[in-house]
């Protein structure tokens, strides 16, 4: 489909495609003047068109009922200026000037100064922390978190070594759902774990951090890290046995 064959509603303009996953089309655009990104679940052709439909529809519904939880619990996400489920297209707010943790940690690991780098991480690790415990304590379970997901605001006229950051902002909520079940968070925080130690190599001590972090701040928090125990088990029997 062509950018400029994608309707919109009022307000929505300039469109061009950003990329094409395996779940979405992403587009820049504007929304009444404001920079905007415009995610649209394309048809599965190997699914039956109504099932296919549905689980569009859900997904899309789904991504935007939980942005708008984590905005009323005070996590710092992409605000929802329109849903068409229809058209099964979510318009969001476009986070200007973010750089992804995952590329702040390589420029961390990379960083001269080793007490530039370990004030760095720690505050990261401090911040993710507090921002998962807020997550899960409002039952949203992210579903696909990386480093990539996941974005730091720079602070204006920064002149450190690392660049300072303003918020940690959470992206991509395509596979989230809302759930109270500890086994539910306790896979969220597995699956984190897996990509943040793949991606960053010898930062077992960082996300170590995070999980100390996490535990102090969660009503949960004990009982999630020990099925978290469970879950590395069941990952590690799933390696042994392949």
């Known amino acids: 489909m062509a950018s400029g064959d994608l309707a919109g509603p009022a307000g929505l303009s ?13 587009y820049a655009a504007e929304f009444y003047g404001r920079p905007a990104i415009v995610k649209e679940r394309f048809a599965k052709r190997y699914r039956h068109p109504q099932l296919d439909d549905h689980l569009a529809r859900e997904r899309t519904k789904s991504e935007a009922k939980s942005l708008l939880r984590c905005r009323r619990a005070g996590i710092r996400v992409p605000a929802v200026f329109h849903l068409d489920l229809g058209s099964r297209r979510l318009c969001l707010e476009l986070i200007e000037g973010g750089l992804t943790v995952r590329d702040f940690v390589n420029r961390a690991i990379g ?6 780098r370990d004030a760095a991480l720690a505050r990261l690790s401090l911040q993710l922390g507090q921002t998962l415990a807020s997550m899960h304590a409002a039952n949203i ?9 996941m974005l730091l ?3 204006p006229d920064s002149g450190a ?3 300072d950051w303003n918020s940690l902002a ?20 597995y699956v984190l774990e897996r990509a943040f130690i793949s991606s960053h190599p010898n930062t077992e ?10 535990r102090r701040l969660s ?7 020990r099925k978290l125990d469970e879950v590395r088990a069941r990952g590690r029997k799933r390696l042994m046995i392949g």
């Open 205 to 214: 001590a960082q996300f170590a951090a995070v999980l100390d972090t996490y």
């Open 219 to 225: 009503k949960q928090g004990k009982i999630v890290l």
């Open 170 to 189: 959470m992206i991509d909520f395509g596979l989230s759902f809302v759930s109270a079940e500890v086994e539910d968070k306790a896979v969220d925080l």
């Open 14 to 26: 300039g469109l061009h495609l950003l990329q094409q996953g395996a779940e979405a089309r992403l």
């Open 111 to 116: 960083c001269p100064s080793v007490s530039a």
């Open 161 to 163: 070594e690392l660049p």
């Open 153 to 155: 605001t720079p602070a």
């Open 141 to 149: 379970v992210h579903g696909d978190l990386t480093t990539s997901n």
